[in-house]
């Protein structure tokens, strides 16, 4: 059990960075900040499956993290 814990803790952590890189950088919330026409856009597309991937990832982190401290 603690083996697969571990590797599956690996196989999301990999996941998450990789979900969290290809998102687009434009869109944070420094560039509203600075750009004086910016507008209000919703993700579509690849962008929002990417974005609820990330936190799919993310939530599956955390909890793979409290189960690995009451595994271990």
């Known amino acids: 059990m603690l083996t697969f814990l ?7 952590s990999v996941l998450l960075v990789i979900s969290i890189l290809l998102q687009n950088k434009a869109t944070g919330f420094s560039s509203g900040m600075s750009s004086t026409n910016a507008f ?10 990417i974005f609820n991937a990330s936190i799919v990832f ?14 271990a």
């Open 40 to 49: 209000q856009s919703t993700k579509r597309g690849a962008e929002k499956v």
């Open 6 to 12: 571990k590797i599956f803790q690996l196989v999301v």
């Open 58 to 71: 993310a939530v599956l982190f955390v909890l793979s993290s409290l189960a690995f401290v009451f595994v």
